[in-house]
């Protein structure tokens, strides 16, 4: 929910009165998550902090959270908004402070033992925001307050807060019975656990298959980076001579885009496609039902006759009607695109069918036959530094700003680096980044995201530095050669310092208005997708790691020309997990026998999708809608497209991609307010009219 302070998935505005008659001991001296942290800009002591450290700090942090609303219930006072709203807002920050740190290392650098604490607290958790959720007394002093609004002195920020305080309450059951505030409890605190075994289910899986191949034949079309860093991989665990591929994002893709041994892709994407659905106590299928069934039961006792429905309600989209309305005119045009790329592949393939395993190998041959271009060509001009560097340089054109690497800093991992962000004036700190890019596997979980460490808010007048977190899973640098990224890599890279951007930049006084509406908090990020290939942004960083030579003219043409390339694939992949998101949610009985089945049904024979293109996540390692992150939500990337489309269009019909003036505007409006305003309201207030898909649809090649 955006409006509640949103920690690596925890909500942690939260009360706990189970605890209250347990024994609790005394603060921890030398616990240093329970110190308070006095080095250079607050960071958290990483280093020092031990798995053993976390547990004793959540139940501290949660009977201090308690004492915090009891203090609040009791006051005699008459309620008032800076005795009530803005206290609550500031309650439990020894609980905010702990869990930022935990879920963010949890992510990032599991372990054996944050795994277990993890499923261990997720319940306690859980129960924890329920009872300052439905806590009648509380929320008493919360309906008076916004009862009487009107008669107020509140400023806009303040009303905000107040009211999607109220609202959070009511969404969280304040206004039920008894009765089915306990069966609520019950379904929360379900539903927690399932997600977090869902999720370290993955990770497991994910981590345990290897593909071990001991003749070099079957090495053949790899690139030698590559193979070097499979042959790093097998050396580590103990098989030296051979090589090791494995399902993270860097292993697999390369493979399936570059080797040749036609059997073995199919093997390793098989394995890819299978994660959590192999019928041992790894199994996900169960798990996906057991969550349909409580959250259709959860939607329903607050008054909605879905899950989707629910989860819309405080969203740009607000009813999944308009969400399928938006997916629906993609989808025909993109289809269209990708049976056109199919039968492409099919032409160069000859006799033998297209299968899913086949599409990104050929994918690569049409892109080298029609463009005479590849990965392999752009990846020595994609040092991962001269991208980092490329990307701080479009910062500081867009909004002045400044970013120097911090060396003697506290850090989450030995590989992450961190760096000081400084505004326009060369004075004034804005905040702390930290950038961590190579995977981990079997301790980082997959895919890309941006995190926080802490929220920018205020103490007092005095502004608090947010600390903001990068965290990809490139492949890591290979002896004495330096990271090399591929073009997805890149826009990857922009993408999540979008996010990063959205963090530094925000100015807001609570926690509660800190967050966006799912469906608008892409289009900060994907907004800085459109800058990474532009022909004077690349002639900032793509140098030759070896020769320093900028990128050859040619090649950045060739580079643009063929940016629509398999928009088709690209595009079908996406929506058909959108889809199945979606459908999973709007049922209002949504007892699914055979979760396979349904999506078979719901996808190839409903819409038609092609069965050489699997949906980007299939429903046993669908982790964005099963662990609770993007529920009924995954559509949300494709309707920030629409916004981050238009917005880029205004620079382009500026005739300055780096027009200063409509920065400060993207700034003002779009990355610093929080949800002081309604999130439609804010893109209006940029760009001055309401957005239309027309630049997504020219974007993507689809018009």
Request: hydrophobic share 35%; with cysteine.
């Given at each position: ?5 949103i920690?690596?998935?925890?909500s942690v505005?939260?009360a706990f009165?189970?605890f209250?008659?347990?024994s609790?001991p005394?603060r921890?001296?030398e616990?240093?998550l329970?110190?308070?942290w006095?080095?250079?800009?607050r960071?958290p002591p990483?280093?020092q902090?031990?798995?053993e450290h976390?547990?004793e700090?959540?139940?501290i ?9 009891n203090v609040i219930?009791n006051?005699t006072?008459?309620p008032?908004?800076?005795n009530?709203?803005?206290k609550?807002?500031?309650?439990g920050?020894t609980l905010?402070?702990?869990?930022a740190?935990?879920y963010?290392l ?8 944050i795994?277990?604490?993890?499923a ?8 924890h925001g329920?009872n ?9 002093r919360?309906k008076?307050?916004y009862?009487?609004?009107d008669?107020?002195s509140?400023?806009?920020e ?6 999607d305080?109220?609202k959070?309450f009511?969404?969280n059951?304040?206004l ?5 505030k ?10 927690s656990?399932l997600q977090t075994?869902?999720g ?7 981590a345990s298959y290897?593909?071990?191949?001991d ?7 790899l690139?030698?980076?590559f ?5 790093n ?6 098989m ?8 993270d994002?860097p292993?697999?893709?390369?493979f399936?885009q570059?080797?040749d041994n036609?059997?073995?892709?199919k093997?390793i ?10 019928n041992?106590?790894?199994?996900n299928k ?5 969550l349909l069934s409580l959250?259709s039961?959860?939607a329903?006792?607050l008054g909605?006759p879905?899950?989707?429905d629910?989860a819309?309600?405080d969203?740009?989209a ?5 969400v ?9 045009p993109?289809l269209?695109?990708?049976k056109?790329e199919a039968?492409a592949m099919?032409?160069?393939?000859g006799i033998?069918p297209l299968?899913a ?10 892109l080298a036959?029609?463009?005479?271009i590849?990965?392999e060509?752009?990846r ?9 560097e490329?990307?701080f340089?479009?910062?500081?054109q867009?909004?002045?700003i400044?970013?120097t ?7 989450p ?5 961190a760096f000081?962000c400084?505004?326009a004036?060369?004075k004034t700190?804005l ?5 961590d890019?190579?995977?981990?596997p079997g301790?980082k979980r997959?895919g ?6 802490r929220?920018?808010t205020?103490e007092g ?15 890591p ?7 090399l990224l591929?073009a997805?890599e890149?826009?990857?890279f922009?993408?999540?310092?979008g996010?990063a951007?959205h ?19 892409e289009?900060?990020?994907q907004?800085?997708e459109?800058?990474?290939f532009?022909?004077?942004v690349l002639?900032?960083y793509?140098r030759?790691?070896?020769?320093g030579?900028i990128?050859p ?10 940016g629509k ?12 997990a959108s889809?199945l998101?979606?459908?999973y949610?709007v ?6 026998p ?6 078979t049904?719901?996808?190839n024979?409903?819409?038609?999708l092609?069965?050489?293109i699997?949906?980007?996540?299939r429903?046993t ?5 099963m662990?609770?992150?993007y ?8 309707w920030?497209?629409?916004?981050d489309a238009?917005?880029?269009k205004a620079?382009e019909?500026?005739g300055?991609i780096f027009?200063?003036?409509l920065a400060a ?7 610093a ?7 439609s309201?804010?893109?209006k207030n940029?760009r001055?009219?309401e ?13």
């Amino acid at each position: 929910m955006k409006n509640l302070i949103i920690m690596a998935g925890l909500s942690v505005v939260t009360a706990f009165p189970t605890f209250a008659q347990q024994s609790f001991p005394n603060r921890n001296t030398e616990n240093p998550l329970l110190k308070e942290w006095k080095s250079s800009y607050r960071l958290p002591p990483f280093e020092q902090i031990k798995p053993e450290h976390y547990k004793e700090a959540f139940l501290i942090g949660i009977k201090e959270e308690e004492n915090d609303i009891n203090v609040i219930i009791n006051q005699t006072a008459v309620p008032t908004f800076d005795n009530t709203i803005e206290k609550l807002d500031r309650s439990g920050k020894t609980l905010r402070k702990i869990s930022a740190v935990f879920y963010g290392l949890a992510s990032a650098q599991s372990s054996p033992e944050i795994l277990a604490l993890q499923a261990e607290m997720s319940p306690v958790l859980s129960k924890h925001g329920d009872n300052i959720q439905m806590n009648e007394e509380l929320f008493k002093r919360v309906k008076k307050i916004y009862d009487s609004q009107d008669k107020l002195s509140l400023n806009k920020e303040q009303r905000r807060l107040l009211t999607d305080t109220y609202k959070n309450f009511v969404r969280n059951g304040a206004l039920l019975s008894e009765e089915s505030k306990d069966r609520l409890k019950q379904i929360n605190e379900q539903i927690s656990s399932l997600q977090t075994k869902f999720g370290q289910n993955l990770l497991a899986e994910t981590a345990s298959y290897k593909l071990i191949i001991d003749n070099e034949k079957d090495l053949s079309g790899l690139p030698s980076n590559f193979v070097q860093a499979a042959a790093n991989r097998a050396k580590s665990n103990g098989m030296e001579g051979k090589w090791m591929f494995g399902l993270d994002n860097p292993s697999i893709m390369p493979f399936l885009q570059f080797a040749d041994n036609r059997d073995l892709r199919k093997q390793i994407l098989t394995a890819y496609q299978n994660r959590c659905n192999n019928n041992n106590d790894k199994d996900n299928k169960e798990i996906i039902k057991q969550l349909l069934s409580l959250r259709s039961e959860k939607a329903k006792l607050l008054g909605f006759p879905t899950y989707a429905d629910y989860a819309l309600d405080d969203r740009m989209a607000k009813k999944p009607q308009a969400v399928y309305g938006l997916l629906d005119q993609i989808w025909i045009p993109a289809l269209y695109m990708a049976k056109q790329e199919a039968a492409a592949m099919q032409k160069m393939m000859g006799i033998v069918p297209l299968e899913a395993w086949d599409w990104r190998y050929y994918n690569e041959k049409l892109l080298a036959q029609n463009f005479d271009i590849s990965e392999e060509k752009l990846r020595p001009y994609f040092q991962s530094d001269h991208v980092r560097e490329g990307i701080f340089w479009v910062a500081n054109q867009l909004y002045g700003i400044s970013f120097t690497e911090l060396k003697d800093v506290s850090k989450p991992h030995p590989d992450a680096k961190a760096f000081l962000c400084k505004d326009a004036d060369g004075k004034t700190t804005l905040g702390i980044l930290y950038i961590d890019l190579f995977a981990r596997p079997g301790f980082k979980r997959g895919g890309a995201w941006c995190g926080s460490y802490r929220t920018q808010t205020y103490e007092g007048n005095v502004r608090t530095l947010p600390i903001t977190t990068i965290v990809c899973n490139f492949t890591p640098p290979l002896g004495d050669k330096p990271a090399l990224l591929s073009a997805d890599e890149v826009e990857t890279f922009f993408h999540e310092f979008g996010h990063a951007l959205h963090n530094l930049f925000k100015d807001v006084h609570y926690y509660g208005v800190a967050g966006v509406a799912r469906d608008f908090v892409e289009l900060p990020s994907q907004i800085m997708e459109h800058w990474a290939f532009q022909p004077q942004v690349l002639k900032q960083y793509a140098r030759h790691y070896q020769t320093g030579e900028i990128i050859p003219q040619d090649l950045v043409d060739k580079l643009i020309k063929s940016g629509k390339f398999g928009q088709g694939f690209a595009t079908i992949e996406y929506l058909a997990a959108s889809y199945l998101d979606m459908d999973y949610h709007v049922s209002d009985n949504p007892e699914i026998p055979d979760v396979l089945k349904f999506e078979t049904e719901v996808l190839n024979n409903k819409r038609g999708l092609i069965k050489q293109i699997p949906p980007r996540y299939r429903s046993t390692y669908f982790q964005h809608t099963m662990t609770g992150g993007y529920t009924s939500g995954y559509y949300s990337y494709i309707w920030a497209e629409v916004l981050d489309a238009d917005a880029f269009k205004a620079f382009e019909e500026s005739g300055d991609i780096f027009n200063k003036e409509l920065a400060a505007k993207f700034r003002q409006y779009i990355l610093a307010p929080g949800c002081i305003d309604e999130e439609s309201t804010m893109y209006k207030n940029f760009r001055g009219h309401e957005p239309g898909i027309d630049a997504l649809l020219e974007n993507r090649g689809l018009k």
